[in-house]
């Protein structure tokens, strides 16, 4: 017998009218790329939202399915886009500005993007790539100084297309489960892979992201939002303040460990996110500069890479701050999992409570996470038998953009992430390893098969293989091992550095280039990443 429950479909449009008419005054703050603050409420924002809908119709001759691209910090016009373009049943697809720009060039042509917005300061990326962009037709142009030029073609400041627009639109009636918006993620071999999120992905992902468990948001919350609106939609959280009436602080590009002291400071944040290299930079700052009121940020949620137990003790014991430890994915929405203590926790000592929120945590509702063995057998939840985390759940992708590749996924059906580690009995997941071949430096990937392939075109180089190597500040950085061709004609780590700029942003390159005479191969004749690494940890790798 079926339920006799209305339809009522779960959008992001949904979410934006319900945050205009519950929580209409309340803020979004944006500290814009010149350094000037923005402030309006959610019923400015929704008043915008209508005219940029109109604008994308009627202007831009946007039709449903379209693919619009931002390449854009985070600010209030970015949080427009996230709702104007899925509200006219287009996809909103945030490029990552971080990537090669090779990779760049790649997602816009394959994602077929008809227009981009793109913030000024970023404009030099896509002059560089432009010849070689087939389907853009308008760059829309975010913060423009005065003096603003570009030899893109076809600009539109966004000022411009907003002038002389009514805010009367009626939003395009969608399916729950059509795309709203697209992130891309790296792969590991190959091109970048597209992950399409629905309506319906995107509205329980928000509920998921603001309950207790999970960020626990609601309209009390002062947040800052410091994970990229480029980066796996900022982890929702632009969609899931709305729908908490949680006010948003947006720092646009000041991510700089002073600048973000000075916005928790004067906006008198109580919540934040983003990953461990800026929360690493915020302590430093904070430790050799301590502000002289208390900041009155209760916790901050920090995921994208492992979260050192020695930052988590650090800001506890000398600010009084807890930081909660978060794993996702692009392919997760990226809500996964989230490490807070339970209640039949609280009477362990501090040092075994430390160890549970150095984990990743555990799953949310709406996801399932199994830990599956090297001979296809489930491990047991017992903290010791390790395993590749497979995931299934509501915001898990099913499938890559355009592509009918099943290698990502076990033969059930779940998604393989490439994360290796132990479930404990609690449900604690605790990444130990990765079997995927990534750099991971500052939050952003960085391919080490692409740099491979790069530092390889170089004459004089036979063979190179790239390793993450654990660092303290970015939590990984590239090291290059190297076999010259003629061990007579030398080519210097600075001669590559010089060679890859051609193709890659300076934080991109391996800092350390180690020369052997042979790289260690596994029985397949591959790079032997592990082995090196061993070898790394073990000091027989030096540069
Ligand atoms: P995000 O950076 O938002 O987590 P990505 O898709 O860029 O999303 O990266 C996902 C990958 O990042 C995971 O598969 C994992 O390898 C790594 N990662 C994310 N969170 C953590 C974490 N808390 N601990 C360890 N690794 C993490």
Redesign the pocket.
């Known amino acids: 017998m079926k339920g006799q429950m209305m339809h009522y479909p779960l959008t992001t449009t949904v979410i934006l009218e319900y945050g205009a008419r519950v929580f209409p005054k309340k803020k979004i703050i944006s500290i814009q790329p010149n350094g000037t603050r923005h402030e309006y409420s959610f019923s400015d924002m929704h008043k915008t939202c209508k005219k940029l809908a109109n604008a994308l119709v009627n202007k831009l001759g946007i039709q449903p399915g379209d693919m619009v691209g931002t390449f854009a910090w985070n600010h209030h016009q970015h949080v427009e886009l996230y709702y104007a373009i899925p509200g006219i049943g287009a996809v909103c697809h945030t490029i990552n500005v971080r990537l090669f720009p090779a990779q760049i060039e790649f997602i816009i042509n394959h994602a077929e993007d008809r227009v981009i917005f793109a913030d000024a300061t970023l404009v030099p990326i896509l002059e560089k790539i432009a010849p070689l962009i087939t389907t853009v037709e308008h760059f829309i142009i975010l913060n423009a100084p005065e003096n603003f030029s570009s030899t893109l073609n076809n600009i539109i400041l966004y000022e411009d297309l907003l002038k002389n627009v009514s805010e009367d639109f009626d939003w395009v009636e969608v399916d729950e489960h059509d795309a709203c918006a697209m992130c891309y ?1 790296s792969g590991t071999t190959g091109q970048p892979k597209g992950v399409l999120y629905s309506h319906r992905s995107t509205y329980l992902h928000a509920m998921g992201i603001i309950a207790p468990n999970a960020a626990c948001i609601s309209d009390k919350d002062r947040i800052l939002i410091v994970v990229p609106q480029f ?2 939609m900022a ?1 929702g959280f632009p969609y899931a303040c709305v729908l908490a009436g949680a006010e948003m602080v947006m720092p646009s590009l000041h991510f700089q460990p002073d600048a973000m002291i000075k916005i928790l400071s004067e906006e008198k944040i109580n919540k934040a996110n983003g ?1 461990p290299t800026i929360w690493m930079g915020i302590y430093d700052a904070m430790k050799k500069n301590p502000p002289k009121e208390k900041l009155l940020l209760e916790e901050y949620l920090i ?5 050192p137990i020695s930052l988590i003790e650090g800001f506890e014991k000398d600010f009084g701050i807890p930081g909660v ?7 997760t929405s ?1 809500l996964g999992t989230v490490s807070r203590l339970q209640s039949k926790h609280e009477r362990l000592d501090d040092a075994a409570q430390l160890k549970i929120r150095g984990k ?1 945590g555990i799953e949310c509702p709406c996801v399932e996470i199994r830990a599956v063995k090297e001979d296809g057998s489930i491990a047991p939840r017992d903290g010791k038998t390790i395993g590749e985390f497979e995931i299934r759940g509501v915001w898990v992708v099913d499938n890559y953009f355009k592509t009918n590749n099943r290698d990502s996924f076990s033969e059930d059906g779940w998604f393989k ?3 290796v580690g132990t479930i404990d009995e609690d449900g604690y997941m605790e ?1 130990t390893d ?1 079997s ?1 071949d990534l750099v ?1 430096s500052g ?1 952003e ?1 960085i391919s080490s098969v692409v740099l491979e392939m790069a530092i390889m075109a170089h004459p004089k180089v036979k063979e190179a293989s790239v390793i993450a190597i654990p660092d303290a500040k970015w939590g990984e950085r590239p090291l290059a091992v190297i076999v010259l061709r003629d061990e007579n004609e030398m080519v210097t780590g600075d001669e590559l550095k010089q060679f890859l700029l051609r193709d890659f942003l300076s934080y991109q390159l391996p800092d350390s280039y180690v020369y052997v005479n042979s790289i260690p191969k596994t029985s397949v004749g591959k790079f032997d990443k592990k082995e090196m690494r061993r070898m790394y940890a073990e000091g027989e790798l030096n540069a």
Request: aromatic share 10%.
């Open positions: 993620t980066h796996v982890w990953v995921g994208g890479s492992a979260l430890h978060a794993w996702g994915m692009t392919e990226p990743q992430t490439g994360d990444i990765r995927k991971k939050g990937w």
